[in-house]
């Protein structure tokens, strides 16, 4: 069994922002060099998110525009009593997912054809980190 | 490390609909012939689920009831713009996940008495796929 | 590839619930002794989540507000014909999502800085099951 283990940074411009990270993470499969495995996409931080979804820039708002519908900010939180501003960002992520599990074959991601790995971010302009752990023959 | 890998073909006869896969899977499992390990069940399309719930359709159409109100089908998306009338089904899809990752212990599908795995269609009346891939020994 | 597999038992005092699981499933995986793999966690009933997110107070009752407010308790679900009363803990766990997949890099749980993995109870007062499985070498 191999193991291949990445961290990328991702530091975004905005403090929402969705990205499409499905060449890094295929770049680190073939790094990885199996056959056959799975490789783990997930934020090592609680205010993103790393899911699957359609690379469509009108979907990418469509979804921000939802999450802050269902997960408003705004003051009230218990969470701001601690001096933070984000509990939004905590609750946003948690809707979309931390992680995904992608399957390796034959040496490709395993993938449908409008399969695409986001990252999302919900408290941005700093760096963060997503782990990318592959495991496989 | 053993590696098995199918794919289930999903044509609903309904735009919307929830259907128990967990024999489909249960029987990929013993095709597998793994002791110890885990499998993968994870939607290949953008507008569609697999999760772990209840087999109860009551609640089958509760969650369907729920996922209108907190995703609504409607003209309004931006996503619509590249001709796609199905924003919602990319929403509803994110709520309920797209995917499971289950325990296989002493060659079983290690589920609580009331786990089942479902799919869940939100764009059907098309052929869809779900990739089942055990690893195990 | 070594395999070790325990079951937590819990029981909340409370019907809604949040604890932080993190050093059962830590110790969990130093019992399993492996250097590189992954641990899954995963909630065994399907009124309970497993999700990771902040160890803090304040956020798990901004947690528990929000869910109660996009899946609230009520009488109307079609689920409460066939007897029971727990329609909106079967939705509540869809929204913080059932299981958590983390990676073990150097024979430690691979986490952000601040990440944590939590149970969530919906449907307490009675022993639930959380299944975690590490695969590994």
Redesign the interface.
Known sequence: ?R?H?EYLIIETAQRYEIRDITDEVARIVDAANVV???V?V?????TASV????H?P??W???MT?LEA??PAKPE??????GEDN?DA??K???????????I?KREL???P??RVHYGEFDGCRRK?V?V?V?G?
């Open positions: 069994m193991y283990t056959e495995g799975m783990l997930s934020a090592m931080h609680i899911f699957v979804n359609d469509e009108g979907l708002s469509d979804i939802w269902l997960a939180y218990l969470h701001h009593r601690t509990a905590h609750l992520r948690m809707l979309l997912g931390q992680q995904v599990l992608l399957p074959t395993d993938l449908g409008w399969e980190r782990v752990k495991m023959d």
